[in-house]
């Protein structure tokens, strides 16, 4: 079991939909700058628990689009398990919480260039 905590986690390259009530496909996207879960997933739960509240628990990954797999991080005095999952596409990720609080997002890969990732993050 690997447990990674950090420090200040980066500001996270994310787009949301403006209502989190309605069930759409996709709840927005999120780009991150690397390949390395610790320091781009504290970004992402620092960035949707700002912007929608509530308490991440888990997140969900495929494991062949990232460098290392941790089962949990620490981000701000909290636990967050993370799960790998083969079965999910490497351009999607899942987080969940309490009382039903799910958001998946569409994940542009680190490396791709910035005006085809801004293009996809405004996509509907």
């Known amino acids: 079991m690997t447990w990674v905590c950090t ?15 309605s069930r759409a496909i996709l709840d927005g996207g999120w780009w991150p700058t690397s390949r390395d879960p610790v320091v781009e997933l504290s970004g992402l739960v620092t960035a949707l628990t700002a912007q929608r509240g509530g308490v991440i628990e888990r997140i969900m990954l ?14 701000g005095g909290t636990t967050v398990r993370v799960g790998w999952f083969t079965t ?9 919480g309490p009382r039903d609080l799910r958001i998946d997002l569409a994940v ?4 791709t260039a910035y005006a085809v990732a801004t293009a996809a993050m405004l996509a509907p």
């Not at 596409?89 to 987080?95: D, H, K, N, Y």
């Not at 542009?108 to 490396?111: E, G």
Request: proline fraction near 17%.
């Open 7 to 21: 420090r200040e986690p980066p500001t996270a390259r994310l787009r949301l939909t403006d209502s989190p009530s």
């Open 62 to 75: 495929q494991p062949a689009a990232w460098d290392r797999h941790p089962c949990r991080i620490g981000v």
């Open 108 to 111: 542009i890969p680190p490396k």
């Open 88 to 96: 999910l596409g490497a351009a999607l990720v899942i987080v969940t």
